[in-house]
């Protein structure tokens, strides 16, 4: 809109002219110049020189847009975007429908905690017709650790959706549904990834689902900035994959020990080195995600999987549409259920810190092992 021609703004016609005279044939030609400068140039008044601007900036200026406008143009494209819901009714209220489409989802927390479990249930769901809520679809599930389980996941499509995984024919077709790939080095998941750029127009692909990307990067020999290097080709490449599938992407994370000059990173969180030295080691096992800080400014909603004094919690550490949540939850043969709807909003250092303290404790082992 800069370039748009004073000839074809609705100045009036002795303005008008005089710009052209003086060779100014752009809007922004003339907004490049104060006013003091055009009033020497076109030899006009003040008044005159600020009503051409005004005009000539209300033309050429992005209109405005309210909230209300905004959300309206999300509900018209909701096809082009939207959310996914997980069936975790709390969850999904605070997501504004569920996992988010076109960006990249991570689910982050210690081994055994239900990050496979939760990678399951949506795997399922995206593979359901529509009229059930999926997607209709099919899934590339990335199995790094090789925990996918096609008993595990039959046992909750039969629990969550009996009327469809009791009839063997369709059983079948929605576990036919799921594609897994299992790579195992970062190498051969990098020749993988073209294939699987063209399997999500060809297959028609509605979900990809990595479990887990930590577990690729700390298979390889490569270490500081060039292992860094190498992690961010990667990030790039998934993320251009959602945007360029419009398709919810998952992908899971494990924990690493937090340390000192993790915490004093963040001072909005700390409130200064010295209190953080003064903590004594407590009751639980305090730990942060991995892969670093890049690949935390990747991940567009952060999910982070806990267990405190014996509770497992699922909680929004990362959203651009929802505050901090913490729901707790518990893993039954249907999979990962909610144990009340109504979130616990965090604040400080809770946020992003990871809990383990209990968790022995509450893992189902039997459960576990069908992962």
Same mark, same amino acid.
């Given at each position: 809109?800069? #370039?748009?021609?004073?000839?074809?703004?609705?100045?009036?016609?002795?303005?008008?002219?005089?710009?052209?005279?003086?060779?100014?044939? $752009?809007?922004?030609?003339?907004?490049?110049?104060?006013?003091?400068?055009?009033?020497?140039?076109?030899?006009?008044?003040?008044? *005159?020189?600020?009503?051409?601007?005004?005009?000539?900036?209300?033309?050429?200026?992005?209109?405005?847009?309210?909230?209300?406008?905004?959300? *309206?143009?999300?509900?018209?494209?909701?096809?082009?975007?939207?959310? !996914?819901?997980?069936?975790?009714?709390?969850?999904?209220?605070?997501?504004?429908?569920?996992?988010? !489409?076109?960006?990249?989802?991570?689910?982050?927390?210690?081994?055994?905690?239900?990050?496979?479990?939760?990678?399951? /249930?949506? &795997?399922?769901?995206?593979?359901?017709?529509?009229?059930?809520?999926?997607?209709?679809?099919?899934?590339?599930?990335?199995?790094? *650790?090789?925990?996918?389980?096609?008993?595990?996941?039959?046992?909750?499509?039969?629990?969550?959706?009996?009327?469809?995984?009791?009839?063997?024919?369709?059983?079948?077709?929605?576990?036919?549904?799921?594609?897994?790939? =299992?790579?195992? &080095?970062?190498?051969?998941?990098?020749? &993988?990834?073209?294939?699987?750029?063209?399997?999500?127009?060809?297959?028609?692909?509605?979900?990809?689902?990595?479990?887990?990307?930590?577990?690729?990067?700390?298979?390889?020999?490569? +270490?500081?900035?060039?292992?860094?290097? $190498?992690?961010? @080709?990667?990030?790039? !490449?998934?993320?251009?994959?959602?945007?360029? &599938?419009?398709?919810?992407?998952?992908?899971?994370?494990?924990?690493?020990?937090?340390? %000192?000059?993790?915490?004093?990173?963040?001072?909005? +969180?700390?409130?200064?080195?010295?209190?953080?030295?003064?903590?004594?080691? =407590?009751?639980?096992? %305090?730990?942060?995600?991995?892969?670093?800080?890049? @690949?935390? %400014?990747?991940?567009?909603?952060?999910?982070?999987?806990?267990?405190?004094?014996?509770?497992?919690?699922?909680?929004?550490? /990362?959203?651009?549409?929802?505050?901090?949540?913490?729901?707790?939850?518990?893993?039954?043969?249907?999979?990962?259920?909610?144990?009340?709807?109504?979130?616990?909003?965090?604040?400080?250092?809770?946020?992003?810190?990871?809990?383990?303290?209990?968790? #022995? *404790?509450?893992?189902?082992?039997?459960?576990?092992?069908?992962?």
């Amino acid at each position: 809109m800069a #370039n748009k021609l004073i000839s074809e703004i609705p100045l009036p016609k002795s303005i008008a002219n005089v710009f052209a005279a003086r060779n100014i044939s $752009t809007a922004k030609e003339a907004l490049s110049l104060t006013e003091f400068e055009l009033m020497e140039l076109l030899d006009v008044g003040l008044t *005159e020189v600020r009503s051409a601007l005004s005009q000539i900036s209300e033309i050429v200026a992005p209109p405005y847009q309210t909230a209300l406008s905004l959300m *309206e143009q999300r509900f018209q494209k909701e096809h082009l975007g939207g959310h !996914f819901p997980t069936g975790l009714k709390g969850l999904d209220a605070a997501l504004c429908g569920g996992i988010p !489409f076109g960006v990249l989802t991570e689910l982050v927390g210690p081994a055994g905690i239900g990050k496979t479990q939760l990678c399951l /249930k949506l &795997s399922l769901l995206a593979s359901l017709p529509t009229n059930y809520g999926g997607l209709d679809g099919r899934v590339i599930y990335i199995d790094v *650790e090789s925990k996918f389980s096609s008993r595990r996941l039959l046992e909750i499509g039969l629990r969550s959706f009996p009327e469809i995984f009791q009839m063997k024919a369709m059983a079948q077709e929605m576990a036919g549904r799921i594609l897994v790939l =299992r790579p195992t &080095s970062l190498s051969e998941f990098t020749q &993988s990834l073209e294939q699987i750029k063209v399997s999500l127009l060809q297959n028609q692909v509605k979900m990809l689902v990595i479990d887990s990307m930590a577990a690729l990067v700390s298979g390889e020999h490569e +270490q500081g900035i060039r292992r860094q290097q $190498t992690l961010s @080709w990667h990030i790039s !490449f998934i993320k251009s994959l959602a945007e360029f &599938s419009r398709i919810p992407v998952v992908v899971t994370n494990q924990v690493r020990s937090h340390n %000192h000059d993790d915490a004093s990173r963040y001072s909005f +969180q700390v409130q200064s080195r010295d209190v953080t030295m003064e903590i004594p080691m =407590r009751y639980d096992s %305090h730990l942060i995600a991995a892969l670093g800080i890049h @690949w935390a %400014h990747a991940v567009t909603t952060r999910l982070v999987l806990e267990a405190k004094s014996g509770q497992r919690f699922i909680k929004v550490a /990362k959203s651009p549409i929802s505050p901090p949540l913490a729901f707790p939850f518990h893993i039954t043969s249907s999979g990962i259920s909610l144990l009340s709807d109504y979130g616990m909003e965090l604040m400080g250092p809770e946020i992003n810190a990871i809990h383990c303290q209990g968790h #022995n *404790e509450i893992i189902n082992f039997g459960m576990e092992g069908l992962q």
